[in-house]
């Protein structure tokens, strides 16, 4: 099946330029003018820009969490996500069976009979022993190379700094790429005690009990544990300009780390 995109403004990482797009099956083979037409869809893009898809590669579909379940499942959120010209996306496995393996399977289920776009796994590790250690290595036969820890949400999400380091050290071993949520779990826990025995339960609290240092040191503490592991870090969901210091501070002693 042959299909010609005709008339688009093309945008790319360097140009924007106009031209027409050959595709064959399911892959662009030329981008140019005056391609042969017969037997082949015509689409015209008079007007339009034509851009790569998208990359979504943070997205939490049909996760149960603190008593709720995030609003989008794998069929509302892909469609959302297509609508808006993102045409993958990289939702997280919780470890909530009893292996890594299983986990994935279970989130296989929830996405496989729903997808209606690309889309790929990272892996949550919230416990770690001898057991999830030993399958860590075995993520990249399952399609996952990615990991995510967290440094908040204590007895819950939250590994220790120590159990972190491990994490690393065996992602940075097997080629892996480790994620980090970078909060100080202890001082949020503390400040949602105070502010919940004051009565204070607005929205306005949960950014009040989760001060700005928190995740600018918690970023630094992430990085420094990243060297000493010798393993790469991507710091997720950043938010403050003081994470982004600690970042380019990190960066500038040559450190594989990015946010």
């Known amino acids: 099946m042959r299909t010609i995109i005709q008339s688009g403004t093309l945008i790319t990482a360097a140009d924007t330029f106009q031209a027409d797009i050959l595709i064959e099956g399911e892959k662009i083979v030329q981008i140019g003018s005056q391609f042969d037409t017969a037997g082949a869809q015509i689409i015209d893009a008079s007007g339009k820009f034509i851009l790569p898809g998208g990359v979504d590669p943070h997205t939490h579909f049909d996760l149960p969490m603190f008593g709720t379940v995030s609003s989008d499942d794998h069929y509302t959120g892909h469609k959302a996500a297509a609508f808006g010209g993102t045409t993958t996306v990289i939702d997280f496995v919780s470890l909530d069976e009893t292996t890594l393996k299983a986990s994935v399977g279970a989130w296989h289920e929830k996405a496989d009979t729903r997808a209606c776009i690309d889309f790929s796994f990272h892996m949550n590790i919230t416990r770690l022993d001898s057991a999830i250690a030993a399958e860590i290595p075995q993520l990249p036969n399952w399609g996952i190379t990615s990991l995510k820890v967290f440094s908040a949400y204590n007895g819950r999400l939250r590994l220790m700094d120590g159990e972190i380091f491990q994490v690393m050290r065996i992602a940075g071993e097997h080629g892996l790429l480790t994620m980090l949520h970078a909060e100080n779990g202890d001082v949020i826990e503390l400040l949602v005690l105070e502010a919940l025995a ?17 995740a600018i040191e918690a970023s630094l503490r992430g990085s420094a544990l990243a060297a000493q592991a010798h393993a790469p870090l991507y710091i997720v969901h950043m938010n403050a300009g003081g994470e982004a210091d600690q970042l380019e501070y990190a960066r500038q002693r040559g450190l594989p780390i990015m946010g």
């Open 198 to 214: 004051e009565g204070h339960t607005e929205p306005i609290w949960h950014a009040r009990t989760r001060p700005a240092w928190g």
